[in-house]
């Protein structure tokens, strides 16, 4: 079989690209996927780690699974707002601007309550829904009310071109059941006879022959096809972009690894969004007993004493936390825009190696002071009449603490962890910028039939979870490459 488009990686964008690109006969698709075909579960995890902050290092889940992450995460569908895809085309990327996005977006969903508006779709595949009010539980409500007495607005569609305040958190389910686009995109696709799916099948690098991608080799197996678009995810796909001798190419050497193509920028411009929490424990039945996790989410205009940039992000986390079997109520603070980036590298050539990832949590100043600022007037909402009544008691964080900047900082620096957004890595610009891994049609720079097409190629920040992001990542570029 001559395959025209090897897809690497059936994740959230992988499944969507896989679909497009196979609804034309003619084109011969395979997608390959490291993981299983699976279930809902924990096990399918990459089991990559992570520099979060200076000298701590943490876990990084990413989903090592037929549906990638989006198969065990939190259900979260929140769109960027309009002004990042205006940054994003003003960098000379135009077919990334809002008003091209948009319609990707549109394609991708079926909005259950907003879909009669403009800016949002009723005929897609991926159906949006969020919790009514009346089902909201007593710390959810409570949370919505402080909020809003510390000044900020409502905001009934968080997925609106220029959402801003608090609203019901936009989820990709139907029901109670998750659809992740393994479901809604890959598997109605699966009957066509010019689309094969391998599961369990690691790649463990691009080959190169000619200054083209011929292929991969998987497994020991070299597979041949005319196109290989990298769907991995960040940060795997800069991961293999390196392992294919395609990066900086000092660090290749000193990696081990043989330079194929000397691009500077794979591997660098790592972004994720740093979060903290304020864990309480509620008053006995606050949280009934299968409670959904997350009911309301908050982007907030600006950070106190911060300029206005939509960087303020609040949610309320209501269950076990990970590793723990004791309901908590846990607000979740964290910075959609901060300035600090990380980086990729390898520590071998082998791909039994473990990549070196440096989130860069509060390596750029500013970034622990706007952290700081946020997590005080989360305390202050916590502190509200209405929340206060749903709290037994909190954990770890008390007035003498949030009053000083040392003691808050520390307990910044112990408790951040990465809010699962992660970005770039095998970043887009334009023709002169010398630092782009990818151009505006998604191809590698300097190798011919090779694109990168999911999260790793955004060069600006997302202000939003990614999950639905990674979904329209993978509509827009398939539009591009059927045009």
């Not at 909190?394 to 000083?404: A, I, K, Q, T």
């Given at each position: 079989m001559d395959i025209d488009h090897l897809i690497v990686g059936a994740g959230t964008a992988g499944c969507v690209l896989a679909a497009r690109l196979s609804e034309d006969p003619a084109r011969q698709v395979m997608l390959l996927e490291a993981g299983p075909e699976g279930v809902e579960d924990a096990e399918y995890d990459?089991?990559?780690?992570?520099?979060?902050?200076?000298?701590?290092?943490?876990?990084?889940?990413?989903?090592?699974?037929?549906?990638?992450?989006?198969?065990?995460?939190?259900?979260?569908?929140?769109?960027?707002?309009?002004?990042?895809?205006?940054?994003?085309a003003a960098l000379g990327l135009p077919a990334w601007g809002w008003d091209r996005v948009l319609e990707s977006y549109r394609r991708v969903e079926t909005d259950l309550e907003y879909g009669?508006?403009?800016?949002?779709?009723?005929?897609?595949?991926?159906?949006?829904?969020?919790?009514?009010?009346?089902?909201?539980?007593?710390?959810?409500?409570?949370?919505?009310?402080?909020?809003?007495?510390?000044?900020?607005?409502?905001?009934?569609?968080?997925?609106?071109?220029?959402?801003?305040?608090?609203?019901?958190?936009?989820?990709?389910?139907?029901?109670?059941?998750?659809?992740?686009t393994s479901v809604t995109h890959l598997a109605p696709a699966r009957s066509r006879p010019n689309l094969t799916v391998r599961a369990d099948l690691p790649v463990e690098r691009v080959v190169v022959r000619d200054g083209r991608a011929a292929g991969v080799l998987a497994g020991g197996e070299f597979i041949a096809a005319r196109e290989v678009i990298l769907c991995a995810g960040t940060p795997l796909s800069a991961v293999l972009l390196l392992r294919s001798g395609l990066?900086?190419?000092?660090?290749?050497?000193?990696?081990?690894?043989?330079?194929?193509?000397?691009?500077?920028?794979?591997g660098r411009n790592l972004y994720d969004q740093p979060g903290a929490v304020i864990p309480a424990l509620p008053v006995p039945g606050a949280v009934p007993g299968g409670s959904p996790v997350t009911q309301v989410i908050a982007r907030l205009a600006a950070i106190p004493g911060h300029?206005?940039?939509?960087?303020?992000?609040?949610?309320?986390?209501?269950?076990?936390?990970?590793?723990?079997?004791e309901v908590m109520i846990s607000i979740m603070?964290?910075?959609?825009?901060?300035?600090?980036?990380g980086a990729i590298t390898l520590t071998g050539p082998s791909p039994g190696d473990p990549p070196r990832i440096d989130l860069g949590f509060y390596t750029a100043p500013g970034d622990l002071g706007r952290m700081r600022a946020a997590y005080r007037h989360a305390w202050s909402i916590a502190q509200h009449e209405a929340y206060a009544r749903t709290v037994d008691r909190?954990?770890?964080?008390?007035?003498?603490?949030?009053?000083?900047d040392e003691a808050l900082d520390g307990l910044l620096r112990a408790m951040t962890f990465s809010r699962l957004a992660l970005l770039g890595g095998a970043a887009m610009g334009p023709p002169d910028d010398p630092s782009a891994v990818v151009g505006e049609d998604c191809r590698v720079?300097?190798?011919?039939?090779?694109?990168?097409?999911?999260?790793?190629?955004?060069?600006?920040?997302?202000?939003?979870?990614?999950?639905?992001?990674?979904?329209?990542?993978?509509?827009?570029?398939?539009?591009?490459?059927?045009a």
């Open positions: 990459w089991g990559l780690r992570a520099t979060v902050t200076a000298g701590r290092d943490d876990g990084l889940a990413r989903g090592k699974v037929i549906g990638g992450s989006a198969r065990v995460n939190g259900m979260g569908a929140v769109r960027a707002p309009a002004r990042d895809y205006h940054a994003w009669d508006q403009p800016h949002h779709g009723d005929s897609g595949p991926v159906p949006i829904t969020r919790h009514p009010r009346e089902q909201w539980i007593a710390p959810v409500s409570a949370l919505v009310e402080a909020v809003r007495a510390a000044g900020h607005p409502y905001c009934p569609d968080m997925n609106a071109p220029d959402a801003s305040g608090i609203g019901p958190y936009p989820h990709n389910r139907r029901g109670g059941a998750r659809m992740p990066g900086p190419a000092d660090d290749l050497r000193e990696a081990g690894v043989d330079v194929v193509a000397d691009l500077p920028g794979v300029e206005p940039d939509d960087g303020f992000y609040l949610c309320l986390f209501a269950g076990p936390p990970p590793g723990g079997t603070v964290g910075d959609l825009n901060p300035a600090s980036r909190f954990y770890e964080v008390s007035d003498e603490l949030v009053g000083s720079r300097g190798v011919g039939g090779l694109r990168v097409a999911d999260l790793s190629i955004v060069p600006v920040a997302l202000r939003a979870p990614t999950a639905l992001d990674a979904m329209m990542i993978g509509e827009h570029a398939a539009t591009l490459i059927t």
